[in-house]
């Protein structure tokens, strides 16, 4: 028996710089604990949170220049369309500038009409919020549709403040403009000290072979008595119970983001082809090798067949093998992991070592080893496919998936978020307008961004949003306090943007957990210390948005509440069934006279895991749902169980071990 690692955290972070940490489960933690690991640096998170930084100092530096209005709301859109690469920056910042520009078309198409009847403002208002927010919720357009129909909507607020035709075309002009101006600075930012989608491919890579060392070395040690999978996620008592978490949830988020910088990496031909038909191959068989590891710690297949014990010296020189081609990884030298692979291919380097001359690889070690050898080669039966498969899993699991979603024209609850969004909209807006009190105009706001699907999610973001405004607006007022009163420069103003949005770009860049929260903190951070062309000490903008917030906050909670609600066990039980349509698929095709290629197996998988992962995700918004929709305790307890039914079937199915379900 191998003597055990000495401390699995530490060899997480010391071999992944803290992402090791970021992706321990967070479940049944105390909640200052679950912060803390939420808030713990990963590789990729401050590159990401400088350069945001970064682009909203310049934003505001030319902003104030040239005497733009709207500043904050400029730099706002700089964190909230924020992603971790280049590419995708630029990509977005063009798609987000020619949306803008038609929507300007049509605006002011709809200006001529509104501004000369009141009547019609309303109309627009109440048909163009609940069109977009349809759209986004029922295609893939998601929350872009909310931030369409809050610029329609917001926009027509503005109507009863401009006295002629001509002004109002000029303020749709200068609206227009604010998004330019930080859309033009991420582009000319990002083209020139962005972060290669080729480089956070490379990491993501390194983290896979580092997480597969890991693993496979924790392996050494005998399989839990007990069902390994019932334990996952609910606690980290030990080595293996992190580790096999680990690899879970890994699998969990699925292939689409390693797919997606693939495509970024061909499309801005940022390899030559050839390194890309490599990564294409990396990134299919670091997922074999997870799928693998997590397979054998499960009980139930073990006993199918798996060899229960392994060489531990084998094992070491596998480890060892995977941190060297991982540190080359990281390194950006991708042709020299493969000269390693291709010249001294590890299984036959182990059968001519000195110490196995003679002995067999073990089963177990030598699957790693196989896997590990072809990592960067291209299969000799790749372009071996089987089209009648295929056909029958797209006949299995439904259309091609197109712009709507497959229910989108029979699930009356796209409908329903569209018209409870809205109706929470209008009522804000009436409430302000009716009292005259303009400064709480963020209650539209937030009743546009906040809105999510489930009544959990959508209090839990409230109640992040809530959160986030406190911090950014005690952040802003002790800058009007101490700060900007000595400040005499631009450069002055430019460096405490920089300070204030590291912080909250920082917060925005971790999980969907606490996101959104780090988004808040910058908004109401830079509503507060950037009211003007120049610096301002009032307080008055600071104390209206918070009021604002809370307004739209308590109107959301009422409506998702009160008017056909949607818990989070409904919508994990509507996931469960798409996961079971992906079970299905993969087992009778995997029976089927025709068999599975690797590749639609590994998709099938993939697909399923996905999915499982969106639901268990899910679930964890219930305690955020009133007492009336909350889900009992058995309830979910059995939801959980199902979802550790699925996953176990399709590592067994991913495995060849028959699905005897």
Known sequence: MPAKTTSTANVINHNDEGRGAHTLPARNLPLWRGVLNELAPFDGRMAMAWRTAAVCALAALVFMTYEVPLVSIGCYLIMFLAKPNAQENVLVAIGITILVSLVVLLLLFLTRLAIEVPMWRMVIIVLGSYFFLFIGAASVLGPGGNIVALVIGFIMTLLPYVPFGEVATRGILYAWLMVLVPMGVIVVFHTIAGRSAR???????????????????????????????????????????????????????????????????????????????????????????????????????????????RDPTQVQVFTRRCKALATLLKRDKLVQAVQLTHRQPLGQSLEQSPLHQGARLDPHTLSLVQMLDQIFRQPANATVSAPAPKREHTKSTGRKPGFFKEDAWRNPEYSRFAIKTTAAAVLAY???????????????????????????????????????????????????????????????????????????????????????????????????????????????????????????????????????PVSVATTAERTLRRCQAHLDALRDLTSGPSGLSREQRRKLVDECLTSTGQA??????????????????????????????????????????????
Request: glycine share 6%.
């Open 430 to 564: 009436i409430i302000y307008t009716s009292i005259q009190w303009d400064g709480i105009h963020t209650a539209m706001i937030t009743c546009y961004v906040a809105a999510l699907g489930t009544t959990g999610e959508t209090v839990h973001k409230l109640t992040l949003r809530i959160i986030g405004c406190l911090i950014g607006a005690a952040m802003g007022m002790a800058s009007l306090a101490f700060l900007i009163p000595y400040m005499t420069s631009i450069g002055q103003l430019m460096i405490l943007v920089f300070a204030g949005v590291l912080i909250a770009a920082w917060v925005s860049s971790g999980s969907e957990r606490i996101s959104y929260a780090g988004i808040q903190i910058g908004l109401a951070f830079l509503m507060t210390v950037l009211q003007d062309f120049k610096p301002d000490v009032g307080m008055s903008v600071a104390m209206d948005r918070i009021y604002g917030i809370l307004l739209g906050n308590a109107l959301l909670f009422i409506m998702f509440t009160r008017l056909w």
């Open 199 to 309: 480089t956070e491919l490379h990491d993501k890579l390194a983290e896979r072979l580092n997480l597969i060392a890991l693993a496979a070395q924790s392996a050494c040690s005998p399989p839990a008595p007990t069902d390994a999978l019932s334990r996952t996620g609910n606690s980290a008592d030990s080595d293996e119970d992190m580790v096999r978490s680990m690899l879970l949830r890994t699998l969990r988020e699925g292939q689409g983001k390693l797919e997606t910088l693939l495509k970024l990496v061909r499309l801005f031909h940022l390899a030559p082809t050839a390194h890309s038909r490599v990564l294409a191959q990396a990134i299919a068989q670091t997922q074999d090798m997870l799928v693998w590891l997590a397979t054998m710690r499960d009980p139930s297949i073990v006993q199918h067949g798996l060899p229960p014990e």
């Open 616 to 661: 268990r995700e899910a679930l964890i918004y219930n305690r955020f749902e009133p007492d009336r929709l909350r889900a009992r305790p058995e309830t979910l307890a059995k939801l959980r169980r199902q979802i550790d039914s699925i996953e176990s079937r399709a590592l067994a199915l991913s495995s060849g071990t028959p699905d005897r379900t």
